[in-house]
């Protein structure tokens, strides 16, 4: 239970009508207590009474009120020493701090307990901006690691569930943050305090640090699908969630069956968590929405009206009033008279509209149109140039002879002609023809000659080298 673990007293502090003074004092403890170069937990009693009298030297404490316990017709504190020693016997009475004597020194420490329940209040006190990239990054790290290394590092698991969790009670703090604070703003008349509570809460203690990144490509969502797929098929791996189970069972000395419960209920946890986000972000920007409306509304009707504007408006009317109906103009519109402003109305926030799903289906290609592409693409091919096929074709021609006049040549297909027509010119193809000019040689006649009754070109004798 709760109350096991902490003092009785604990909350007296908090409670009383002296609790500014005790919060500024257990902020400033915190700083020293939570300290990262803090090697000995025991701290000297005279540097802790000089930390409450740095807060309340800070604060400016002028008025001390009884408390339960303290004589009534006792003088309250004159000089801040006084009011150290009281706050620091009262921190002492009710549990928050522990003396311990050492030798002839005096320790003051925090139990844990006690220490954990100051760094919540603390982190209530800061609220913190929270970031979403972090926080999925941080479940897909562990998840990698825990499915890749199950039998080293498998319990990062856990660590990847709890960050999960953590991520979505703090969906729902903001979401509850948002409509008490869209209650508090709509309970206002008063404009400035409207539009200051809106960036005092909302922009500075409410807003993510990474808001605006969800609407733009660097979504940190994006590794939403990742983490649900990695997390289906671990779950239809028999042989990493034994490994897991018997790591969760090593580390966390527990049976084998309850470890594979929590590997189970670790991977729902986050798959739960993952599925659902999108409602509830979508929940939590209809609030926005709402709240930066009624800001906009506040805004626009504050840019309407000056200080005296009433006064100037009545004085305005009398004086209209007493001139003659013959001098005043008759108004037939007011959509181009400006009456009061000219300036137009701002228009509120737009809500973003979500896209919905539509189901993709593939368009069927005409037959003919396929086959056409199919024989263009026969065709292409037959037309390219090729060394080996050319090379392939001569051989063929030359049939182990070692020459081979042009009139002997035979062209019967569309490759055949153009093999032969390359046939002639392989030492102009450059490089590639370096090995044809390795094995042939090509000697060209004075006169012209008909090949196959398909082409008439100058005569040519073909030499296979030696």
């Known amino acids: 239970m709760l109350f096991n673990k902490l003092p009785e007293d604990i909350f007296l502090p908090l409670s009383g009508q002296n609790r500014q003074v005790y919060q500024s004092v257990l902020l400033e403890l915190a700083d020293l207590f939570f300290d990262e170069d803090l090697i000995d937990p025991f701290i000297p009693r005279d540097l802790v009474r000089s930390s409450i009298e740095n807060a309340v030297v800070r604060l400016g404490v002028r008025r001390w009120e009884t408390e339960p316990g303290e004589d009534a017709g006792a003088e ?43 760094r919540s209040l603390v982190s209530i006190a800061r609220l913190e901006k929270r970031s979403y990239g972090g926080a999925v990054l941080n479940v897909l790290s562990s998840l990698e690691s825990a499915i890749s290394d199950p039998l080293g590092r498998g ?17 729902t703090d903001m979401m509850l943050g948002l409509r008490e604070l869209k209650m508090n703003l709509s309970a206002s008349n008063n404009p400035q305090e409207i539009v200051r509570g809106f960036f005092d809460r909302f922009v500075e203690q409410i807003l993510v640090s990474d808001y605006k990144t969800l609407k733009t490509r660097n979504n940190p969502f994006r590794f939403r699908r990742q983490i649900l797929s990695m997390l289906r098929d671990l779950q239809f791996d028999p042989l990493k969630l034994q490994q897991l189970a018997e790591h969760y069972q090593m580390q966390l000395d527990m049976s084998y069956d309850v470890a594979e419960a929590q590997v189970h209920q670790h991977i729902n946890r986050i798959i739960r968590i993952f599925e659902s986000v999108d409602q509830r972000l979508a929940a939590i920007d209809d609030f926005r929405y709402q709240l930066e409306k009624r800001v906009a509304d506040t805004v626009r009707y504050m840019d309407k009206t000056t200080p005296g504007m009433a006064a100037r408006l009545s004085r305005l009317i009398a004086a209209v009033g007493n001139l003659p109906e013959k001098v005043i103009p008759p108004l037939t519109t007011l959509d181009e008279v400006g009456f009061i402003s000219p300036a137009s109305v701002r228009a509120p926030v737009r809500r973003r509209v979500e896209a919905q799903p539509r189901i993709i289906t593939q368009k069927e290609i005409d037959p003919a149109v396929l086959e056409l592409r199919r024989l263009f693409k026969e065709w292409k091919e037959r037309r ?49 023809a370096q090995r044809m000019r390795q094995r042939y040689r090509i000697q060209f006649e004075d006169n012209y000659v008909n090949v196959s009754g398909m082409v008439e070109c100058r005569g040519f004798v073909i030499h296979r080298n030696s």
Do not use: M
């Open 76 to 118: 309250p504190p004159r000089s801040s020493a006084e009011y150290t020693n009281r706050i620091y016997r009262r921190l002492v009475q009710t549990g928050w701090l522990e003396e311990e004597q050492k030798v002839y020194r005096t320790y003051v420490l925090l139990s844990p307990s006690v220490s954990y329940l100051l």
């Open 155 to 171: 319990i990062t698991l856990s660590e990847a569930a709890q960050t999960a969790a953590d991520f979505s009670a703090h969906l």
């Open 384 to 432: 390219e140039v090729n060394v080996d096929r050319i090379e392939t074709y001569l051989e063929s021609q030359l049939a182990g002879r070692e020459q081979l006049r042009a009139t002997d040549f035979r062209i019967g297909t569309v490759e055949d002609y153009i093999c032969f027509s390359y046939v002639r010119h392989f030492n102009s193809l450059g490089k590639k």
